[in-house]
């Protein structure tokens, strides 16, 4: 099992938006490990497939130099379980973005289908918000390897962005150097 | 018309009890930031946009907080006499005294209190 909470993108426009959906499986053990007998998905864990929608947007407004770490919840709310054969839709928006960092507004929701008909139902909001942790307020210094956007992430990144047109922005002028 | 300072620690208070998630009566003009309402350094990023955000004011990277990655005002995590001097200048309001004794940049955060927040959006608003 890989530490992969969203399954592809349907939509993402750089500095503004994305969305990422997450089909709930029976298979997944963390379903049978939370309320043992009624499978449901933890909010903890739509708070990570979230973090990951949210993160990847927040890298990509800076072409992926960045460190970016979730750094903060600063609300999440959800008012409707997530059961198997569902399918978790994550829409982040960005708030605020700056050199140190970036705000982002969440909304989960949940296409489901009872007797043949699809419905699409809100599950919760979350606000959160990620560090540029290489521009940081505390000061600290981390290793100069992006050990965030690796070369693992980004060639799942290519998988994500395979059916979408998504135009990064083009490198600083201080990396042509 | 401009606003009074009463009206802007009112909306202080407001981003202060979202941002931190503190009660009302703990955001006296007083409290420190981090010791009294435990704030952390992304906190003050919240800050600085719920700020922005709530009284239409830009706060420039660096405003608030030295820049660390200039060897002029910041060596080895520590204020130079210089970044002090600077600091004193661009946010007189703050009490510094516990940053001269010990240039820590990381303790440069202690020294904000609620009023200090509401003196510097008053200076951004009257400029």
Known sequence: MRW????????FEVNVAARAIKNVSLAEEHLHD????????????????????AGI???????????VILAKIGRASFARLVRPGDQIVYAARIVNVSEQGAAIEGAITVRSSTAGAR?????????????????NLAGAKFPEFNFVFNS????????YRRDLNVQLPAASAADDK | MAMTKDEVFVKVKEVLTTALAVDDDEVTPDAHLTTDLGAESIDFLDIIFQLEKSFGIKIPKNELMP??????LVQNGKLTPKGVAELKTRMP??????IEADPDVTKIKDAFTVDSLVNYVMTKLSA
Request: proline letters at 7%; aromatic letters at 10%.
């Open chain 1, 152 to 159: 693992e992430f980004m060639n799942l990144f290519e998988t």
């Open chain 2, 67 to 72: 820049d660390t990655n200039s060897p002029d």
């Open chain 1, 57 to 67: 947007l927040v890298g990509a407004a800076r072409n992926f130099q960045e460190k």
């Open chain 1, 34 to 53: 939370h309320i043992p007998g009624f499978p449901v998905m933890p909010a903890s864990l739509m708070i990570e497939g979230m973090a990951q929608t």
């Open chain 1, 119 to 135: 419905e699409e139902l809100p599950v919760g909001s979350i606000d959160m918000m990620f560090s540029h942790i290489d521009n």
């Open chain 2, 93 to 98: 309001f703050l009490d510094l005294t516990g």
């Open chain 1, 4 to 11: 992969i909470w969203i399954d592809k993108f349907e939509h």
